[in-house]
Every structure is written in C-alpha cells, then in structure tokens.
C-alpha cells in the first residue's frame, strides 16, 4: 500500500536518489528523465519530490495555497509574513521571516507560474541560493487533489559548494520544510 507522501530527493545531477536514510545510485538517463518531466535546466542543483493527498477538491486546495493571506498557514517555519504585491497571480510577493535553528532569515517570496488550478510556483534565496517551489494540483476524480511539490534549488557557483548543504537541510529536514505538505494538509483540511 503506497504511503500518502512520499520522498524522493536528486543530488547533483543524477549522481544519487536518497529515499529516507538508503542510498541508492541513479543514472544520468534517470535525472533528465526527471527534470525534462518538469521544466528543469541543467543548472539544478538539489530538487526533492513530495506529495500529498488532501480531502478537499482541487479548486478549493488551489485557492487556498495561492491566497497570499494564508502563507504563515502553511508552514511552521514562519513569522512576520506580510504581503507585498496581491493581484492574486504572476509577480505576486510577500516578505517572511524563515526560523532556522533559533535563527530568522528574511525573504523575499515572488510567484514565478500560475496556472489557475494546475500549477502554482514561487521562488526565494536562502542564503544567497535560489530556492524554487512548483506545486502541481491533480484531481483523483473522486473530490480528493493530489498535490505534487517539487522544491530545487539553483547552481551559482561558489555560493552552492559553501550554502548547498544548509539549503539541502532545510529543505528536507522534518523539523525544517520537509513537513511542509503535512503542514499544509492540516491547514487546507480545517477550514
């Protein structure tokens, strides 16, 4: 029986798949696979693939991720959100403060892709690397929306050999963003 979230996380370019703590070696052929499936350049640097199912339909789920408004709603990690840009769509922005061990890391978090009900996507920097998150909304034809989330981060030279591995923590980490679809599950499903 397939577990309702799981975890699959590409390290450079298709050198490993970590799934929990095994490791397991994966082609090249296996990576471009992947990233040609979504959109991804070359340049990626990390991207880990979660999903989630949540009882709610797509239209409502999708609504709720992309209103500005509940952005502290749907992580744990986050303080002083407030709204910059609200058009409800491509360009929008709000400012939040990230909690890392005790510590605040402001952003700055700009929607990148909208796609009404399909595709929600935004981008920040953790310290100083790009961090890209695409949600993907797909009905299971019974009123339930899988949500697809896949979070990358970018090459930048010597920034991703000394930050890369703050950045993979936070992003995969439980008590960092790695329950973030838990998180937003339980958000989305009390309203």
């Known amino acids: 029986m397939k577990k ?13 798949v970590l799934a929990g703590s095994a490791a397991v070696v994966a082609s090249q052929a296996s990576f471009q696979s992947s ?4 959109g991804l350049k070359s340049d990626v640097a990390f991207l880990t693939t979660d999903e989630i199912i949540i009882n709610r339909p797509v239209n409502e789920v999708f609504s709720f991720v992309a209103d500005l408004e509940n952005s502290g709603k ?4 986050l303080t002083k959100t407030r709204i910059l840009t609200n058009t409800r769509g491509l360009g929008d922005q709000y400012s939040r403060n990230l909690l890392i061990h ?12 909208y796609e009404n009900e399909r595709i929600y996507q ?13 949600y993907s909304f797909h009905s299971d034809g019974n009123g339930l929306t899988k949500i697809q989330l896949l979070k990358q981060s970018m090459k ?21 963003d790695g329950q973030h679809l838990t998180t937003l599950k ?4 009390a309203v």
């Open 102 to 113: 005790g510590f605040e890391n402001a952003q700055i978090v700009t929607v990148t892709n």
């Open 186 to 189: 339980r958000a989305v499903e």
């Open 35 to 38: 990233a040609s499936r979504v």
């Open 156 to 176: 930048r030279d010597w920034v991703d050999g000394v930050f890369q591995p703050f950045v993979t923590h936070q992003l995969t980490r439980p008590e960092h």
């Open 74 to 77: 749907i992580s744990d990690h």
């Open 122 to 134: 935004t981008s920040t920097e953790l310290f100083g690397v790009a961090v890209i998150h695409t």
């Open 4 to 16: 309702p979230i799981s975890r699959r996380v590409l390290l450079g370019a298709g050198l490993g």
